[in-house]
């Protein structure tokens, strides 16, 4: 595919890294070929590993706005692609005179009473936005079924107007954490990519890229608790978001190093979780390091 | 793209080797389709020249598209590329039939060529597809009160003979099951709701001159709750655990939303295995995969596996789950106690079934019995065919 500002995998990894996101292989060869193959990129791991982090990189390294859907419990059509405004039109009804009527209830559903809602927009948009739906686990199957139809046309036709579709689509990330399963459609319409925590040195580089101002101690340090922490039998373990907060709220109290006190004054930074915290704090010197 | 005519190719072509790949994980009972295939051929084409990184996570990204997986994934990719490296000991090259796969028109015909050797490749195990699904089971209003029955009614399941086993098992399938409903977020148009629907309102009001008198509404919808059956198959359960296995695959067929699981001292899920046509088939596929049928109970430590995999999917929470289990816990009663207060606090109603409890002496004197109860909403006892039906009407109630 034309149009991208790189040519293999890893001139790709260079500019992510340029824009602070520090992708491994694996996940650049995802970006890469959903990039171009045109098809969405599928994206799932543990919360907090940076999966909605990716689209919004994307969304930069390519100088393309971002449009993202955020699912939930519930969510529609009528929420996600379009809808009338009604209390506009129902004000129009009410201004015209019933003479007028007739002539211009066409106008009532015209661009100007349309409320554009995500999905809509990046159909308009096409390859000039990067779509990004996230959560998409929250969402139900019908939105799912729903969903999938869009991906695989980038066509919708709203009655009144027309057929609206895009001339090239537009880049798609999916986001899911998991807490149900998507179906097999949809996810063979995706590439598929699992996100996993980072390396040790590789998390650490990313505290630093995203948090310039904490020294190079306390980063390593930091993310060498979070992994001594993600070891331990926890119901929610702590992600690179985590990581980064922890480290940010660390950096703020002026620390240059990670101390058992210091851990124990900013655990909710990282450990988010009642039970797991009284798990975690007895075992704090050991998780701050062996040295204590 | 890049040049191909320096380098050395595989002796067989490029795209059997691709092809057999996916057939590889086909045999590891991956779902791998034509479909899948198709893109992993335009990734690694995509990609240009490929290494070994550039082929796994060309892989990795078409052909699964799930976290489990990945370890089989793993495994087929090291064989499959140690077979490759036998013929091959540079890289593996492609050339495919078509250049790069863009959308252009002048390509769709080579593209298509590409496909139906795809296809045809693909056909011989395709066939295997077939026997997934299961035919929705139509809900059977048959009650167990059949004649010449009654007497197995009230047998507990321990002294039944072969015979009459099986005969108890066709007839544990064709309870009917209910499970209760809870509403949702989701709305649908309704005649009497509780929300107003500005937006049919307003299109009925259209016919009248923009004058709504026809006011609309919508109203929440409902659905099934989940039913969660966790079963123990340690020794002393081994003959309720079988009657109850039957119960489970009742259940499968009673709505979509069911999990199984089993345990002894680890926790296994049957909830795919169970969904085939055959029970006794389904039955046996269980056996084997469960490595310690019969062999002790470790309940709190099973809950705590299920609950730390599962608590945040939709499968647990607002289920209404029954466990099926003696209670004889081996391991530590207070972290059973504290493993049954979560699955309380996620569940909407929680079930044991007990079949000691079908000897009038029981009190639940064990352990780790008492230590459960405090989380359990009923307690039955699901020794013979009668509690069987007491067990069903307690998922509806």
Redesign the interface.
């Known amino acids: 595919?034309s149009g991208l500002p790189f040519t293999?995998?890893d001139e790709l990894q260079r500019s992510l890294s340029d824009h602070s996101y520090l992708a491994d292989?694996?996940l650049s060869?995802?970006i890469?070929?959903?990039l171009?193959?045109?098809?969405p990129l599928?994206l799932?791991g543990e919360a907090g590993v940076g999966k909605t982090e990716v689209a919004k990189t994307l969304s930069h390294l390519l100088g393309r706005d971002l449009i993202r859907l955020q699912c939930y419990?519930?969510i529609?059509a009528?929420q996600a692609l379009y809808?009338?405004n009604?209390s506009r039109?129902?004000i129009a009804?009410?201004a015209?005179d019933?003479a007028d009527?007739a002539t211009h209830?066409d106008d009532?559903f015209g661009e100007d009473f349309l409320v554009e809602r995500p999905l809509l927009a990046a159909i308009q948009a096409g390859d000039r936005a990067v779509l990004l739906v996230d959560e998409l686990d929250r969402a139900?199957d019908?939105f799912e079924a729903f969903l999938l139809e869009i991906l695989s046309e980038f066509a919708v036709t709203v009655p009144e107007i027309g057929r609206v579709a895009s001339a090239t689509p537009p880049a798609v990330v999916v986001t899911s954490?998991?807490?149900?399963?998507l179906h097999?459609a949809l996810?063979?319409r995706?590439?598929?990519?699992?996100i996993d925590h980072p390396q040790l040195d590789r998390e650490v580089a990313i505290v630093r890229a995203r948090a310039p101002h904490v020294s190079e101690g306390l980063a390593r340090g930091v993310a060498e608790a979070v992994a001594r922490l993600r070891s331990l039998?926890l119901?929610k373990l702590p992600g690179v978001a985590e990581t980064i907060d922890w480290a940010n709220a660390l950096a703020f109290l002026g620390a240059e190093e990670l101390s058992e006190s210091l851990a124990a004054d900013t655990l909710g930074a990282v450990v988010k979780d009642h039970e797991d915290q009284e798990l975690v704090a007895p075992r704090l010197a050991e998780v701050v390091g062996g040295d204590g | 793209m890049v040049d191909r005519a320096t380098r050395g190719r595989t002796p067989e072509g490029p795209l059997p080797p691709l092809i057999r790949f996916g057939r590889d994980l086909r045999r590891r009972d991956l779902?791998v389709?034509t479909?899948?295939i198709l893109?992993f051929v335009?990734?690694v084409d995509?990609?240009?020249l490929v290494d070994r990184?550039?082929l796994y996570?060309?892989g990795?990204?078409?052909l699964?598209?799930?976290?489990e997986d990945?370890p089989t994934f793993d495994e087929a990719f090291d064989a499959w590329y140690r077979s490759l490296r036998a013929t091959e000991d540079l890289r593996v090259e492609l050339d495919l039939p078509a250049p790069a796969?863009?959308?252009d028109d002048a390509d769709a015909g080579s593209m298509q060529d590409l496909e139906v050797q795809l296809a045809r490749a693909a056909a011989e195990w395709h066939r295997a597809e077939d026997d997934e699904e299961v035919a929705p089971d139509e809900e059977s209003s048959i009650r167990i009160v059949a004649s010449g029955a009654e007497v197995l009614r009230s047998k507990s399941f321990s002294d039944l003979s072969d015979a009459e086993r099986a005969r108890v098992a066709a007839l544990i399938r064709s309870l009917r099951l209910r499970v209760p409903v809870e509403r949702?977020?989701?709305?649908r148009p309704a005649t009497k709701g509780d929300r107003f629907d500005?937006?049919r309102t307003?299109r009925r009001?259209?016919r009248t001159?923009?004058e709504p008198f026809e006011r609309a509404w919508r109203a929440r919808t409902a659905r099934r709750r989940p039913l969660v059956l966790i079963l123990d198959i340690s020794g002393s359960m081994a003959p309720y655990s079988r009657a109850l296995m039957q119960f489970a695959y009742a259940a499968m067929a009673a709505g979509r939303r069911v999990e199984t699981f089993v345990f002894g001292t680890r926790l296994t899920r049957v909830t795919r295995t169970l969904r085939t046509r055959d029970p006794d088939r389904a039955l046996r596929d269980i056996g084997r995969q469960v490595e310690d049928w019969e062999g002790g109970t470790r309940i709190g430590e099973s809950l705590r596996a299920l609950l730390?995999a599962w608590?945040?999917?939709?499968?647990l929470r607002g289920a209404v789950v029954v466990l099926c289990s003696d209670g004889l816990e081996r391991g530590d009663p207070e972290l059973l106690r504290a493993q049954m207060a979560r699955l309380r606090r996620l569940a909407h109603r929680v079930i044991w079934v007990n079949p000691l409890k079908g000897s009038p002496r029981y009190e639940p004197l064990a352990r780790g019995m008492a230590a459960a109860l405090p989380s359990v909403d009923v307690f039955l006892s699901g020794h013979n065919l009668e509690s069987m039906e007491e067990l069903a009407a307690a998922l509806e109630g």
Do not use: F
């Open positions: 595919m293999s995998v292989r694996g060869t995802a890469y070929l959903s171009s193959l045109g098809k599928l799932e419990e519930g529609d009528s809808e009338w009604y039109q129902l009804v009410r015209m019933a009527a209830v009532l139900d019908e954490n998991r807490t149900r399963e097999d996810k063979r995706c590439l598929y990519h699992w039998d119901a | 779902s389709g479909g899948r893109t335009r990734a995509a990609l240009g990184d550039a996570w060309a990795r990204a078409t699964i598209a799930r976290r990945i796969p863009e959308r949702t977020r989701r709305t500005l937006r307003l009001s259209l001159q923009g730390d608590s945040q999917r939709a499968a």
